[in-house]
């Protein structure tokens, strides 16, 4: 990318890695290490042209979420824990990267973007 002038990178993380996550510890820890990566990274390499965000999701309906709850049921009610009342959705993660990865997002560069469905505002008040 420095050769080519620049680009765009976005690292995919979770919210494991922003909010306290006890099922897992080596996931969580693992998670906000790439949070903390991507914040070091853009500042070394956002003047020379590549631009550095990264996206923390929440619970979205992937077969290995699926997997790992292992029902229907106990998707719906995490959903009904959701401020939106759903998980999230992959094509909305993917929406979310090809926002950040266009020249759309060229102002954009050292973030982190929590897309959760609202969750971690609901969390956070706990």
């Known amino acids: 990318m420095l050769q080519n002038g620049g680009g765009s990178i976005v690292n995919i993380a979770s919210m494991a890695g922003v909010q306290a996550y006890s099922q897992s510890l080596p996931y969580a820890v693992s998670k ?49 824990h959701h401020p939106l009342g759903r998980i999230g959705q992959p094509e909305e993660i993917a929406n979310t990267i090809l926002f ?15 897309v959760d469905g609202g969750s971690w505002s609901v969390a956070s008040r706990l």
């Open 32 to 80: 906000a290490g790439i949070i903390h990566l991507n914040s070091v990274a853009a500042s070394q390499y956002t003047s020379q042209g590549i631009r550095m965000n990264c996206i923390a999701p929440g619970f979205v309906d992937t077969p290995q979420a699926r997997g790992s709850t292992q029902s229907t049921e106990a998707i719906q009610k995490a959903a009904r």
């Open 100 to 114: 950040l990865a266009s020249d759309e997002a060229s102002y954009i560069s050292g973030s982190t973007f929590v």
